[in-house]
């Protein structure tokens, strides 16, 4: 009964409490930012030129561009963009993008449907979805993860059915069914992690999930027991293991416990575990100017991180920017020597910049398994001595949020480039406003050229 | 380099054997009736209602209709239609049906592309993209298949992406890249059996190939070694486990052994694992009728068969024609009692029919372990006797394969409601020629309305 439970208790949300409401909002403004930050990039336009022989009446907007496609195409490229920065958000206990695949589904879905829908109801469905997410991934988490799936992808593409489901109003068993076909399309193999086929699997699972939804509005049927049964998606996607003897506590505190007051928001564009290191690096940043030292002339930096980030950001000598957001090093070069690591510091040419590699070079990495996994510590060697710098919890942590005024300071950081001044705060500003709206398609409108 | 050594083999493949070539003739005729026999199901004309208001530029046929489709849309409503009535092809060593992912992604995209295509290309790119899907498919079985995978949908997707990345000519790299982006759509749960969404695995295996292959063209990057990683595709797919170890010997015999030429053809469009007692149950109706004994008046029917039987299709009480499919039960009592387990023996009035819920009642079920998979043995009891029938290797196996006559009867016998007579025999004259066509474009024309 637990695929019926999670249909029942989505179609059943109908208030939900002000922090959750409140963490939904910046949720979704962060995603427009990341989005329209992310739509003139190449993995994204190599996806369009790729694809848009195949598009369909173009009823949805490709955000950020003056562009529109079918709304399954959008859905595919609204969140390919939102994560291909590697600069949206985390639900940290899952290291799932919860963002990305629901809201790409649902305002692609949205615009397709063309009717009227108030912005409470957008922010019921996104909750609905992204809660669906989470917790499917916290009961298959951390199996599934260390087995070698993108979590983000493979939860994405239920929450985006639930989400869209909502907001179809289908019915309890349409819903169950819309979770079936949806889970039928397990999306994302963390091999593809330094390639275009990374921000694909997010835009794939809102693609398949909005596909879903339609389907089982259709009469389309799956399975009543997708979720929980012997050979449905937990144990499947756990490698056959009880990855469904989790399912039961994970959904029964729906609705209890809000995964979405735990999604965090990323400071920096790149894998979320380099970001101790990086935050270290900025602040020892400030201390070298302080004292008057010049950062390229460090002689060695010492970091200690959690193994995660060995695991996941080895990349020693990483080609491009892509590759990039899988370097610890990087991060930490850019950091000392700028003080900034915002999608400026990973365009390809600061990749290759001489002075980035030398010091990228000098950066020493030692894994400390005491260390919690948003902890890092760092010591720069100079001429006449060391700084050091210890990260308990990096910014944008829970412990240490960003701030609605840094979340926009990294909204128009990133939606500046592509729309320019001064649309780029009036588009903030609708973003801001999206959740209140009497009617969202209007506002949508305005977040495209 | 195992991603890379099948990107090259399925370039480089050439000339194929004559009896691989008349193999894959049989495989893509099969497959045409199979397509047009489905495409009137209702879980074909339920999607196509889903999704209809997403259809681009429609330049592929819908087989059997008089509609079209852009080309992923094609691609998804014809393999959905070549499978919906299980009665497509099996690579029996792993339960695979190849030519439906391939096939729908291939006739698909050669419409899209427009320009002349021969039929000896049409036949190369299919042989590529089958072996590499089988060939995958016995590098992680049987692992992969008990853990809960729809092999067909899972291996489907990277044999598509290979025979549509082989039509484009992308270059070995390209085609990496193509069979990565495939290979991280992992399409299809078996908890799906007995729904709408079985058949949905191979239609949407084709239409995320063909989207590989057209990104892959693009320049889209994925991994280069996304089959043979440690967390590549063969790993995780088989749970996590040592599935890429078996990956290494199955792609060297790449153009050594030939999948293609052990694809068997079904004569009963349910699953195959039913066939052997469904062989012996229509031996055992025309044994009934030379004796003057009613069927519907049998006391008692005993069947031993391989416990994969019992596993997969022992419904004892199928509600319509699609849960019949998975129900030896209904099988068997509709060969005792007709003669017949054809489509029309599937029909959702025969299953419900009392003279067939009778009979189905009084069949009794063994597991044999020592019984081979296409092995069964059927007692039948009546007022005055027993007959019994032992089937070593049922009909439309590799031992006792179907003939052309045979597989005609059945393409006729499927195309027959759909496009009627005269229209049928010449439907089928064409699907036979497809492979020596100097260009298939007009002859697809003509296997749609």
């Known amino acids: ?64 561009t003056a562009g529109k496609a079918d709304a399954r195409h959008a859905a595919l490229l609204n969140g390919i963009a939102s994560h291909v920065h590697d600069y949206d958000d985390t639900h940290l206990a899952t290291i799932i993008h919860p963002t990305g695949p629901v809201a790409s589904a649902l305002l692609a879905y949205a615009e397709l449907q063309g009717t009227p829908l108030q912005g409470e109801d957008l922010l019921l469905a996104l909750v609905a979805g992204m809660e669906a997410s989470c917790k499917l991934g916290l009961a298959v988490w951390p199996e599934h993860y260390d087995i070698g799936w993108h979590i983000t992808g493979t939860t994405g593409v239920i929450g985006a059915a639930v989400g869209v489901g909502k907001l179809m109003r289908l019915t309890e068993l349409e819903l169950s069914h819309a979770i079936g076909i949806a889970a039928t399309n397990v999306i994302g193999l963390r091999e593809m992690f330094g390639s275009d086929t990374k921000s694909f699997h997010p835009g794939q699972a809102a693609a398949s999930g909005l596909m879903a939804a339609l389907l089982a509005r259709s009469g389309f049927t799956s399975s009543e027991q997708s979720l929980e049964a012997k050979r449905g998606w937990a144990n499947v996607v756990a490698g056959g293991g009880a990855g469904a003897s989790n399912l039961n506590p994970t959904l029964e505190s729906l609705g209890r416990t809000w995964e979405v007051e735990l999604n965090a928001f990323k400071p920096f564009p790149c894998g979320i575990v380099c970001h101790p290191a990086i935050d270290a690096a900025i602040q020892c940043h400030e201390e070298l100017l302080q004292e008057g030292i010049e950062p390229s002339e460090l002689q060695e930096v010492s970091l200690q991180v959690h193994p995660l980030v060995i695991e996941l950001t080895s990349k020693k000598y990483p080609r ?130």
Chains 1, 2 share one sequence.
Request: charged share 20%; hydrophobic share 40%; glycine share 8%.
């Open 320 to 449: 491009d920017g892509l590759e990039a957001k899988f370097s610890v090093y990087h991060g930490c070069a850019v950091g000392l020597l700028y003080g900034k690591a915002g999608p400026a510091q990973y365009e390809n040419p600061v990749v290759t910049r001489p002075e980035v590699t030398k010091l990228r070079d000098r950066v020493k990495l030692t894994a400390k398994t005491s260390f919690n996994a948003d902890e890092a510590h760092l010591r720069a060697t100079h001429q006449s001595g060391d700084i050091e710098k210890h990260i308990v919890h990096a910014v944008g942590s829970l412990e240490v949020p960003m701030t609605d005024e840094q979340l926009e300071r990294k909204f128009i950081d990133q939606v500046l480039p592509v729309l320019g001044e001064p649309r780029s705060m009036e588009v903030s500003n609708a973003a801001w406003i999206l959740g209140e709206a009497d009617d969202v398609l209007p506002i949508l409108k305005q977040l495209s050229q």
């Open 1 to 64: 009964m637990m695929t019926r439970n999670l249909a029942h208790w989505a179609l059943d949300l109908k208030t939900i409490p002000p922090a959750v409401r409140k963490a939904a909002v910046r949720s979704l403004y962060n995603y427009i930012g990341c989005a329209i930050g992310g739509s003139n990039h190449p993995t994204v336009t190599k996806a369009h030129s790729a694809l848009s022989r195949l598009f369909g009446n173009p009823t949805s907007s490709l955000l950020g």
